[in-house]
């Protein structure tokens, strides 16, 4: 039987781990990362975070300017990191990039009494899309509403959606429990109480309506709610990992503020090594064809112990 975990002792997570596993990641350097580079995974550092944002902005463009009439194109895009949205909305007017073919789909959204959060809600994922991104585009720009897709708690309309276009590139984050979307790990239930459900398992997963990991309602009180967890809903809608193996491309970006050093360098381990494990989701990544890993390189860290 696997560990207990340190933090949630009915859920599984990255401390169920071996300890030889979790040591390993922790000595890791920034060379050590780049390293782990491999034929399906790439990692790239970027020395400011002006480059970052930047690149990351640029996966939208390159992503849209391939959508034609007789084959539409999208990306999948995150809230967490935001900073790039922006950006993306000046580069379409700047280069005047006509969208009518390109597609959006969100990630993942609140879910509040049964329902997605609506656009009125403080925390809704669709609100900061469309304020940070879509409401700066140029009206004669925009994609056609009908062409973004955000994910609801009936999901039939949001799946069906992924056979229209091809999605181009899916990117994400990092939260503290090694997720890409609310791809949290799941419980530590029947028929998996000595250990977590197989990859292959998880992989069948599709978008859906998923309970959060202790550690997810933390961080999401900490990084947009000033640590006010009674506002963070328990509940999400995820794109599921079967939408995510649709997608051409995954690429993670690492700031370094979702996620802390010990997580950046675990995950990077896991998939240059090919380990995948459902107590740390980021981890099935180690199957999927064409994953890349980008990091500021002032936000890699370092795991040596410190007193503060």
């Not at 002006?50 to 902005?57: I, K, R, S, T």
């Not at 959508?67 to 194109?73: F, K, L, S």
């Amino acid at each position: 039987m696997r560990p207990i975990s340190k933090v949630a002792p009915g859920w599984w997570d990255y401390t169920t781990l071996d300890r030889e596993i979790l040591d390993d990641a922790a000595r890791l350097t920034a060379d050590d990362l780049l390293a782990l580079s491999r034929p399906g995974f790439s990692v790239k550092f970027y020395d400011t975070i002006e480059d970052f944002y930047l690149a990351e902005a640029l996966e939208y463009i390159t992503s849209w300017r391939q959508a034609t009439p007789e084959r539409p194109a999208g990306i999948c895009g995150p809230i967490g990191p935001t900073e790039q949205l922006p950006l993306v909305a000046r580069l379409v007017n700047e280069l005047e990039i006509d969208l009518r073919h390109a597609h959006f789909w969100g990630m993942d959204e609140w879910v509040v009494d049964g329902k997605e959060a609506g656009l009125d809600f403080s925390l809704s994922f669709a609100r900061a899309d469309m304020e940070l991104c879509f409401n700066r585009i140029r009206p004669d720009l925009r994609m056609p509403l009908e062409n973004i897709h955000f994910p609801a708690a009936d999901t039939s309309e949001y799946i069906a959606s992924w056979s229209r276009a091809r999605c181009v590139v899916m990117q994400g984050g990092q939260g503290e429990v090694k997720h890409w979307a609310f791809n949290d790990p799941p419980k530590r239930e029947a028929p998996y109480t000595d250990n977590p459900p197989p990859p292959e398992v998880y992989r069948q997963l599709t978008t859906r309506v998923v309970d959060l990991h202790p550690i997810t309602l933390i961080q999401n009180a900490r990084t947009s709610g000033g640590g006010v967890v009674q506002n963070v809903p328990s509940q999400a809608i995820s794109v599921g990992p079967k939408e995510t193996w649709q997608a051409e491309k995954v690429s993670i970006w690492h700031a370094g503020t979702h996620d802390n050093p010990f997580g950046l360098r675990l995950t990077t381990l896991m998939i240059g090594k090919k380990i995948p494990d459902t107590a740390v989701p980021m981890s099935l990544l180690a199957d999927h064809p064409n994953v890349q890993f980008n990091f500021l390189r002032s936000g890699i860290g370092t795991c040596e112990a410190e007193m503060h």
